[in-house]
Structure formats: C-alpha cells, structure tokens
C-alpha cells in the first residue's frame, strides 16, 4: 500500500501539526497482566484520539490536489473530529453526518473545530449512505473510515513505536473498520519486524473476527457494544486481507471486561481512556497465561468517552 518511505514522509507531515505519542511502560499494569506492558497513548494526541494521524495525511492531499468543494464523512466520533482539526490546518470545509442520538460531547467537540455535523439515520450503516448521497449532490469528496492515506497516517503511530521499543513480542491493537490494525501490520512489514499483531474486538461488534475465523468476509449483522469505536457491523473488504495476511489472531472481548479496563487503566496510569482504546488491554487480561514475561504493548487509540457511560459502566 505505501513504502517505507512514504511512512517517513507521512511521519514528517504528522509530526509537523501533532507531536509524536508517549510510550509509557506501566509497572501497575504489568503486575496486572504479568506482561511487560508499554502502553502507546494515542489519547494524547489533540483530538484525543490516533484517527488525526489518518485526517492530516488525507487532508494535506485533498488541499494540494484541490479536488472537490470539501470533506464530507459519515462517523460516531473520533474519525469526524480528525478530519475537523485536519480540515482546519489546511482550509477545507467539512461536514460529518452522525447517527441520530450520537454522543452530544463528540458532536459538540467536531462542531467546536469547525465541521458542520448534520444527524440521520439510527445507526452509523444509515448514516453512511446518507454523507454518500450528500457528496454526489454537494461536489464534495467522501472520506471513508478505511482509505490508503488514512491508513498511511494512522500507521505512523506503528512507525514511533516499533522504533522507540526494541524487540516487541506481541502489540495488541482494537479493529474499528481496520486502519489502525492494517497501518500496524504494514509499518512491522516495512521494518522486518517478527513482533505478533492481534486484532481486538468486541463480543458485540465481532465481525471481523468471525471473517478471521473462517478466512474470507462474513457479513455482519449487529454493533452491540458501549465500545463506539469499534462499534461495526461489516468489515472492509481490503482492511480484511490485510488483517488476513498479517494479523496473529483476533480476540474477542466483553462489555463488562472493557469497563473493567477503563477503570484499571485510570487506577494504574491515572489515564482516562475510551472503550475501544481499553479492549487491547482487556484482551491482554484474558490472554495473561499466553503472555506472561512476554513483552507486549497495547494500543491505547484514544481517551474520547462520554461522562455518563463512564459514570453509568465504569464507576
């Protein structure tokens, strides 16, 4: 999909609007898990959340290249506010359409940077089609959750990690629509990297998983989860022969072990992080056996939840 040198360009685009990431080995979360646990904080970024990588990549392009009237977008959250702040460096307008009854914090965050966010349909599939529509009708470009910049971007946070942490056994790392997954994958490929890759999903939203499991596409049908961020019903034909061919394995998690994930990672890294940033470390938990002594590193992909899901399942 890109060359190492083209992952070092990126880097250098990210880094000249956002500053490179912390990798934070946490003592409390390795007595947890009995791992060797570096933690990559993702929800440090000024979205507070890794998709910004994807969106100023995407962005810097659409503004040279100077096609369309402006982004439009379908999300729940963290892909619209990375496009918003990326739209705003380079002078795009943007507009993000969100499901009907989507997070008031993450609607308000993406209008504060400037999107105009416009609510339809009951679901993030409705509300898809609906940015479609508006694209054809508006001369506007559609930015999909799953593109080669976006990919591109978001791999940049694989490239500092790999290279500020020597000899990683296994990198845990939570599948959305895959960009993240898929940017981890190519950015270990590019480096000749043996570390292990394991998707995470929710028990709720295990689409790619059951895809994984049976090695070819298995359309969904459900996105149960409190974990929004990877709330998905179906996977990306391309995310998934990405995650095909270089993915470990695909764990699946439970609601109740990703809040308790939240809550520990606030107790041992004082940490806020959202539900699908803290399903890596909820899948850590459950795989300790496997992993003990093991040096392993959780993508932490962003710190983005709502006070009242975190008041109602977390505390």
């Known amino acids: 999909m890109f060359s190492l040198t ?11 609007h956002a500053l490179v990431t912390p990798q934070i080995q946490w003592p409390l979360l390795t007595q947890r898990s009995g791992a060797d646990v570096w933690v990559k904080h993702e929800n440090h970024l000024p979205t507070g959340a890794f998709k910004v990588r994807g969106g100023v990549v995407f962005a810097e392009r659409q503004a040279r290249e100077g096609t369309g009237r402006g982004l439009i977008s379908a999300t729940r959250g963290n892909h619209g506010q990375s496009l918003a702040w990326a739209g705003n460096r380079f002078g795009l307008m943007v507009t993000i359409v969100v499901p009907r009854g ?22 993030f599939e409705e509300a898809r089609d609906e940015a479609h529509r508006r694209a054809a009708a508006e ?9 080669p910049d976006l990919v591109k971007g978001v791999a940049t946070y694989a490239f500092e990690l790999f290279q500020a942490v020597p000899d990683i056994d296994a990198v845990y790392v939570p599948i959305g629509l895959g960009s993240g997954i898929c940017g981890t994958i190519l950015a270990r490929d590019l480096l000749g990297l043996k570390t292990k890759v394991i998707g995470v999903q929710s028990t709720g939203a295990d689409c790619y998983a059951q895809s994984f499991a ?3 596409l298995v359309p969904g049908n459900r996105a149960d989860t409190m974990a929004d961020g990877i709330a998905v019903r179906q996977p990306d034909p391309e995310a998934l022969r990405i995650i095909l061919g270089g993915a470990d394995r695909i764990i ?16 041992d890294t004082h940490n806020l992080v959202e539900g699908a940033g803290a399903a890596p470390l909820a899948a850590l938990v459950q795989d300790a056996s496997v992993m003990r002594g093991k040096r392993v590193a959780l993508i932490a992909s962003g710190g983005n939840i709502d006070l009242a899901l975190f008041r109602s399942r977390v505390v």
């Open 6 to 16: 083209e992952l070092q360009d990126a880097a250098d685009s990210v880094h000249a």
């Open 139 to 147: 001369d506007l470009v559609f930015v999909p959750s799953f593109a």
């Open 102 to 123: 989507n997070s008031p914090e993450k609607n308000a965050a993406m209008a504060a940077l400037g999107a105009t966010v416009v609510e339809h349909g009951t679901d």
């Open 214 to 216: 049976a090695g070819h």
């Open 252 to 267: 699946t998690v439970t609601d109740p072990q990703i809040a308790a994930a939240i809550a520990a990672y606030w107790t």
